[in-house]
């Protein structure tokens, strides 16, 4: 056992609530300027202390330190970086009605926000979601996975030591359907912003709008496309299907799972998909040579595994992997080989539902219409990505992808300037870029007028 946290019933909800309205009203009542600086000082520390954070990410998570070391804390601290920087940018306008009457608007907090994180990217998600609501002079209440609470709880340390007043940014582990329900059950929550499932998403909605209307951002699955054209390089094509399906063993919302190649492209493909198969490094979490690690939980793993048997099922073809990883490296750990299915048709399960594990699935078509027309064909729209040398094309196709987050020539890059969320079940809302800064205000309108008011009684 790594540690015992403790879970937040309702009463702890309601404390919490009650001292981040205290803290709120501190935090937004400080200059532009004087918020700034405290959020910095936080980056300044996520960037010292990374090493022990991805450590601790590791622990909690299972994933290689190669990746948490340089990708979870990194890009979180990217995030709160930028956020930081814009606020002295946050600002209303004026509007001018006639000669002696005007209108300006002031952008203002919400006031309290609630966010409620996953499991396979805690810090980083406590960081995109704490950053702007922060920024904007709100405070957060954060709910982590009750799988992987200890690295958002370390974030609230950091931010205290910056300078941020107490209750601006509480955590409150606990189970989803007990103290993620309070908080978006509470009167005192202005917004909540949610990352997970589709199912939870919905029950996260639906409460949100009974409680008290409040504003929600939803960001949730994905069954996302991967397109490989016949122009496409075949080592670059293979290049990006190995990283949409088996970074982080394959536990991200954006893979490209469906990965769409040409009838006549698709033996040279899977030889070169097979051969970078073979290149990966699974074993020590903590060695930096290994790229491949454990899924997050035993039971994560058995869905996993539940969903490879279905495919075998149901006829698809399993080029390599399709079982845990055996040896002595692998005996105490929730691990999956890398997972190839070949002769995949697009109503088979393992196309059709997000797997969230190192599985990767190989369908082949004839034509750009008919590939555009089955890439869409899905309740998910999250990502998508073309491989092609031909812009024109790129451009052409992307345009008619029903998702949110698109690559071309490329995979999985969300940089902090990047909005990013999906279309369809994939989400409502957006994380990152200068929009999310502005989601978590609301406008307040104000006209000014300068000669004597007349009334009509």
């Known amino acids: 056992m790594l540690a015992t946290v ?15 309205q205290q803290g709120q009203k501190i935090w937004a009542a400080m200059t532009a300027m004087e918020r700034s600086r405290i959020l910095r000082r936080a980056v300044d520390i996520l960037r010292e202390r990374n090493d022990e954070l991805a450590k601790l990410e590791t622990l909690d998570t299972g994933k290689a330190y190669s990746e948490t070391s340089t990708v979870d804390i990194v890009t979180g601290a990217d995030v709160l970086e930028y956020y930081a920087g814009l606020i002295p940018a946050l600002e209303g306008c004026q509007i001018p009605l006639r000669e002696t009457s005007f209108v300006y608007t002031r952008r203002e907090p919400l006031g309290v926000v609630a966010g409620i ?7 980083q998600i406590a960081l995109w979601k704490s950053a702007p609501a922060l920024a904007a002079g709100n405070a957060m209440i954060f709910k982590p996975s009750e799988v992987t609470p200890l690295t958002a709880l370390k974030l609230a340390e950091i931010y205290s030591e910056a300078g941020l007043p107490d209750g601006v940014f509480n955590v409150l582990p606990g189970v989803g359907a007990e103290t993620g329900q309070y908080l978006t059950d509470h009167p005192g929550i202005a917004k909540v912003s949610f990352t997970g499932g589709v199912a939870s998403g919905k029950k996260v909605m639906a409460n949100s709008a009974a409680s008290s209307l409040k504003e929600v951002t939803m960001e949730l699955g994905g069954k996302s496309p991967l397109i490989v054209f016949d122009d496409a390089d075949l080592d670059l094509a293979a ?27 698709k033996a040279a493909f899977e030889q070169k998909v097979l051969a970078r198969v073979e290149r990966i490094r699974a074993g020590d979490v903590f060695d930096p040579h290994t790229n491949f690690g454990p899924l997050v939980s035993f039971p994560h793993r058995d869905n996993v595994l539940r969903y490879i048997a279905k495919g075998i099922e149901e006829g698809a073809r399993v080029l390599c992997g399709g079982d845990v990883l055996k040896g ?11 997972t190839v299915f070949t002769d995949c048709s697009d109503d088979m399960t393992i196309v059709r539902e997000e797997i969230f594990g190192p599985v990767m699935s190989i369908l082949t078509y004839e034509s750009e219409d008919e590939v555009i027309r089955r890439a869409n ?12 040398a031909d812009l024109n094309l790129a451009h052409r196709v992307i345009h008619q992808l029903e998702a949110g987050i698109c690559w071309i020539n490329t995979w999985g890059e969300s940089p902090a300037e990047m909005p990013v969320g999906g ?33 009509i009684f």
């Open 6 to 20: 403790q879970a937040a019933g309702r009463e702890d909800v309601d404390r919490a609530v009650k001292s981040a």
């Open 117 to 123: 994180g996953a499991w396979n990217y805690p810090i």
């Open 239 to 265: 290049d990006i299907a190995m990283m949409a399906n088996f970074f982080s063993s394959g536990q991200v919302c954006t893979n490209g799972t469906r990965v769409f190649v040409p009838t006549k492209c």
């Open 328 to 338: 002595d490296s692998f005996d105490n750990g929730a691990w999956v080989a890398p």
């Open 377 to 388: 064909d899905t309740d998910y729209g999250l990502a998508a990505g073309i491989v092609t």
């Open 423 to 455: 279309y369809k079940h994939s989400g409502i809302g957006r994380e990152n870029g200068v929009m999310t800064l502005q989601s978590y205000t609301q406008v307040k309108s104000i006209q000014v007028e300068m000669a004597k008011f007349q009334s």
